[in-house]
């Protein structure tokens, strides 16, 4: 058995729970408590394979040093409790900051730079070549290397299979604003200007035309 935690060690509970309104039975309350959870530990744990696949490759670059973490969380079950299903994991002690997407600074008044946010923002690049722009880690926050709570948005349909929790516009977002710096750089990546797909050709080939529309959407 796996010991999670050492004797004495704080945690902190969080509680994924939907806003009741009133309408809602107590059995879909439940139900929507459950998979909030679930689905919590889902997207960190997807968030998890890929900083531990980002390691052995950031290991392997030369002078790139310590790489950042995504804490584990647990599900729990607390069966005498209205709201049964939460989460928990490690407290983290110290400085609570979030990471930009931009440049890897810090997000509040401060800005400070960092080589834990730099790395996250690097790591933030590193899923976004490797998915081919379909899947991005988000909301890089937490206490030096140590990060919790991080979101993933993923392309409209998913990715393999997988849907994240954080709009799709993230993923934009990110392609507009981030800035490379030496960490990016230590793991070969490219600006992502050039990740972008190059401008159709406009010549005569009928394969490159786009295509009519011929469905009609019935979305507003
Ligand atoms: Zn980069």
New binding site residues.
Partial sequence: MVTAFRPGQHCVLKVHNSVSYGTRCEEELLCRNYSLAVEECYVQNTAREYIRAYKEVAKAAEAFGEVPDIIPIYLVHRPSNDIPYATLEEELIGDFVKYSVRDGREVNLMRRESEAGQKC??FQ?WVYHKTEGNLLVTDMQGVGMKLTDVGIATCRKGYKGFRGNCSTSFIDQFRAL?Q??RF?GLLG?Q??QSDQPKPKRTGNDPKLKPKKKTLTSSKV
Avoid: D, E, V
Wanted: aromatic share 0%; hydrophobic share 40%; glycine share 0%.
């Fill in positions: 923002c690097a690049h981030h490379c710096n990016c990546l600006a992502l």
